[in-house]
């Protein structure tokens, strides 16, 4: 079961670069990484996932070292409205219940 | 667009009143998840269901049970509830047969038990 560690929280001010970093040392080799992103009262919403090196899309990126014993979600010039938690998840290879969020980092956007 | 719904986003039970919590997805998604959330503690995963009438334990399936009768809808079941199930419920659902990730989730159901 690969279990994951995040920093409990991170500050930022707006038009910045934000990385936040997840450790997965018990990643299988058939496991996805995969980040979420979830605002108060809401539930969790999929931004990107990867399996190894790196992946952008119109959100994110994700930057998988070799290793794949952890894993980075950069966001390019954050805004106020980025203000939420970020799980990261680990898993889902043909058993789904292997997968285990992280306790998830809080992100405040500062003005 | 996905969309996964639940029966209600506020509720009211007693302790010792069996609770209903349904979730309902719209894709035809082979995979149903259900989780709690409390602060300080982030999703621990209840059960989960990859087919119709199949369902497996979560890490934390101690006071639940679940229903899958239909492909379509999941349902969470606390036989007797107590003052520590209250929490928000979550639900979610996935494509892929065995896959957890890229997770859809419905709005939270959350519950208060007195």
């Known amino acids: 079961l690969a279990k994951t560690t995040q920093p409990i929280s991170m500050d930022s001010y707006e038009g910045q670069e934000v990385n936040i970093t997840c450790s997965h040392n018990?990643?299988?080799?058939?496991?996805?990484i995969t980040w979420y992103q979830q605002f108060p009262s809401q539930g969790p919403r999929f931004i990107i996932q990867?399996?190894?090196t790196k992946v952008t899309n119109e959100v994110a990126s994700l930057f998988i070292p070799a290793d794949r014993k952890s894993s980075t979600l950069s966001l390019p010039r954050v805004s106020l409205s980025d203000t939420a938690v970020y799980y990261c998840?680990?898993?889902?290879?043909?058993?789904?219940?292997?997968?285990?969020f992280g306790d998830g980092t809080t992100l405040t956007v500062k003005p | 667009d996905v969309k996964v719904t639940q029966s209600s986003r506020y509720l009211v039970k007693r302790t010792g009143e069996k609770v209903f919590l349904e979730c309902v997805q719209d894709?035809?998604?082979?995979?149903m998840f259900w989780y709690r959330q409390d602060p300080g503690l982030g999703l621990r995963l209840i059960y989960f269901?990859?087919?119709?009438?199949?369902?497996e334990k979560g890490d934390i399936p101690e006071g639940y049970s679940v229903s899958r009768e239909k492909k379509e809808r999941f349902s969470l079941i606390l036989e007797s509830a107590s003052t520590n199930q209250t929490s928000m419920y979550l639900c979610?659902?996935?494509?892929?047969?065995?896959?957890?990730?890229?997770?859809?989730f419905g709005p939270g159901t959350r519950l208060t038990v007195t």
């Open positions: 894709m035809d998604h082979e995979n």
């Open positions: 018990n990643i299988a080799t058939n496991d996805y």
């Open positions: 998840l680990v898993g889902g290879d043909t058993n789904a219940g292997k997968s285990t």
């Open positions: 269901s990859y087919d119709v009438k199949m369902k």
């Open positions: 990867g399996y190894k």
């Open positions: 979610a659902s996935s494509l892929l047969p065995g896959q957890a990730y890229e997770q859809y």
